[in-house]
């Protein structure tokens, strides 16, 4: 069974949380179970929700039409940065040197750390699209 590859990244973040609770903190690594309950939750509330019919139906309800945009714009930045995170660790896996080299975790390092600036130049690019059609403040 391969998992989805923001699942890889989930359990490698909980694993670390997990050790750093656990050696630094001398308790039980609750904070990553309740760190991959809520993503499980997450993933099936979204599988198992018929969101576009909620969203058609919420948009035209005035009282709840700024909450409904609030979470499609929540969901369209999530997608931006999983998009990111595929696209950067792609390219990584065809430019990086062999696995175990030395300079294998330096080009893991930065392709990580690029993350955030083209993240945020795509979620800019976003907003001032919402700007030109007037969507945003």
Request: glycine share 2%.
């Given at each position: 069974?391969?998992?989805?590859?923001?699942?890889?990244g989930?359990?490698?973040?909980a694993a670390?949380?997990?050790?750093?609770?656990s050696?630094?903190l001398?308790?039980p690594?609750?904070l990553?179970?309740?760190?991959?309950?809520?993503?499980?939750?997450?993933?099936l509330?979204?599988?198992?929700?018929?969101?576009?019919?909620?969203?058609?139906?919420?948009v035209?309800?005035?009282g709840?039409r700024?909450?409904?945009f609030?979470?499609?714009f929540?969901?369209?930045f999530?997608?931006?940065?999983?998009?990111?995170i595929?696209?950067?660790?792609?390219?990584?896996r065809?430019?990086?040197p062999r696995?175990?080299?030395?300079?294998?975790?330096r080009?893991?390092?930065?392709?990580?750390?690029?993350?955030?600036?083209?993240?945020?130049?795509?979620?800019?690019?976003?907003?001032a699209?919402?700007?030109?059609k007037?969507?945003?403040?």
């Amino acid at each position: 069974m391969k998992l989805p590859a923001a699942w890889i990244g989930i359990l490698i973040f909980a694993a670390v949380l997990a050790a750093a609770e656990s050696l630094l903190l001398r308790r039980p690594p609750l904070l990553a179970a309740r760190m991959i309950l809520a993503a499980a939750a997450g993933l099936l509330l979204f599988h198992a929700v018929p969101w576009i019919r909620l969203a058609r139906w919420s948009v035209r309800r005035p009282g709840l039409r700024n909450i409904t945009f609030y979470f499609l714009f929540l969901t369209h930045f999530l997608r931006i940065f999983l998009e990111e995170i595929l696209s950067l660790f792609r390219a990584w896996r065809i430019a990086a040197p062999r696995r175990w080299r030395a300079s294998w975790r330096r080009s893991l390092l930065h392709a990580t750390a690029s993350l955030l600036p083209r993240t945020l130049r795509r979620a800019e690019r976003f907003y001032a699209a919402l700007l030109v059609k007037g969507l945003a403040r």
